[in-house]
């Protein structure tokens, strides 16, 4: 059974750093394509970056480039989301999601996704 974890999350000041952990069971993630999304309260859900089976990666929000970045673990099967300069209006619940076609930053294009971590940036 294809299965996504995510883990990582918590409360950190402005300007601190977390690393948000992906981690696949039940398929290898080197053959999909991995996005992470994140929901803040009263509001939908958005695209933030994803990696391709390739690992070339493609970044959705422009508020997050330079302070954000994907990377992957093929030995642990589990993609990572590090996060730095984070800023109060990062805080959402963070997912990641897979799909065996290119990346999208739509999310009705995913058909699998993690239970999400909370992401919380606040002092």
């Known amino acids: 059974q294809l299965q996504l974890v995510e883990s990582g999350g918590g409360l950190v000041q402005p300007g601190g750093s977390l690393t948000l952990s992906c981690a696949a069971s039940g398929f290898n993630l080197n053959y999909y394509s991995i996005g992470w999304f994140r929901q803040a309260p009263g509001k939908e859900r958005e695209g933030v970056s994803c990696m391709r089976p390739t690992g070339g990666i493609t970044n959705y929000l422009d508020s997050v480039k330079g302070r954000f970045t994907i990377s992957r673990d093929n030995t642990k099967n589990t993609l990572y989301l590090q996060m730095h300069s984070l800023r109060p209006e990062d805080t959402a619940v963070y997912y990641c999601?897979?799909?065996?076609?290119?990346?999208?930053?739509?999310?009705?294009?995913?058909?699998?996704w993690g239970q999400g971590a909370q992401v919380t940036v606040s002092s």
């Open positions: 999601a897979a799909r065996t076609l290119v990346c999208s930053h739509s999310v009705s294009d995913y058909n699998h």
